[in-house]
């Protein structure tokens, strides 16, 4: 564990020094123009561009995602949860978030995205999931998204951000999918281009809270490589599937 917390302490360090050289390298920083809200309250908002794609509620529920159902007994932990998150990213100015956890199959993509929704419940904060789990994204599969632009596309330059965003029909929430698995993604997440992405994603609204879902961080080194540009993490331990020193 030791040498992973050298290992980001040292990428947090190059990121920063490439960050203050320039930010001409890799994808330009485009602002989306495909969301209309009122400047004082974003109770309301309105998606011009983006795809709405209703979710079907049998298929959720089989994924484990509730944060969409307000009345499910679950959804008050999801809320709990809301609640200590956001106190903490306000009280240090954050507005990125990664979801990780020691081992695979510990719940991190079901927690991310139930996060999310109960995120976009309040009317004082927008939400964006992206999934960065490029060799495993699960985040279209578990929602039950159907096949279409998303961040394979973006990254290829074929499609803008806005064109590949989706709203899942609860307002005040976008999600950017990833579709298909990436060759050498920890080389992408530790690109130039993904640097001005998430520099995109953080800044146009101030209101808005990313969540970005990671890979498992002792399975390879994708999680590492990405951690570094994003603010704080939150890290989903799976109930008897990781060991004190794992964790």
């Given at each position: ?48 561009h983006t795809r709405v794609v209703p979710l079907a509620a049998e298929h959720l529920e089989q994924q484990r995602i509730i944060g969409h159902d307000k009345s499910h007994p679950a ?108 060759a050498h993604p920890a080389e992408i997440l530790s690109s130039a281009k993904i640097d001005n992405l998430i520099a995109e994603l953080r800044e146009y609204y101030d209101t808005r ?39």
């Amino acid at each position: 564990m030791e040498r992973i917390k050298h290992a980001v302490e040292k990428a947090r360090r190059l990121h920063a020094d490439s960050m203050a050289g320039s930010m001409d390298g890799g994808m330009p920083v485009q602002r989306p123009r495909n969301i209309i809200a009122s400047n004082s309250d974003i109770g309301t908002v309105h998606y011009r561009h983006t795809r709405v794609v209703p979710l079907a509620a049998e298929h959720l529920e089989q994924q484990r995602i509730i944060g969409h159902d307000k009345s499910h007994p679950a959804s008050p932990a999801f809320d709990l949860l809301r609640t200590q998150v956001l106190q903490k990213m306000d009280e240090n100015g954050w507005r990125t978030l990664a979801v990780t956890s020691p081992n695979a199959e510990a719940g991190k993509t079901t927690v991310a995205i139930n996060l999310a929704m109960s995120i976009a419940h309040q009317t004082q904060k927008t939400a964006m999931l992206v999934d960065f789990d490029l060799r495993k994204p699960r985040v279209s599969e578990y929602l039950g998204l159907p096949e279409h632009l998303s961040l394979n596309d973006v990254l290829d330059g074929s499609a803008s951000v806005p064109e590949a965003l989706v709203n899942p029909d609860l307002p005040r929430l976008v999600v950017l999918p990833t579709q298909r698995p990436l060759a050498h993604p920890a080389e992408i997440l530790s690109s130039a281009k993904i640097d001005n992405l998430i520099a995109e994603l953080r800044e146009y609204y101030d209101t808005r809270i990313v969540i970005f879902d990671l890979p498992p961080l002792l399975n390879t080194d994708d999680a590492i490589a990405v951690l570094p540009k994003i603010d704080c993490v939150l890290l989903v331990v799976g109930e008897g599937m990781s060991s004190k020193r794992e964790i």
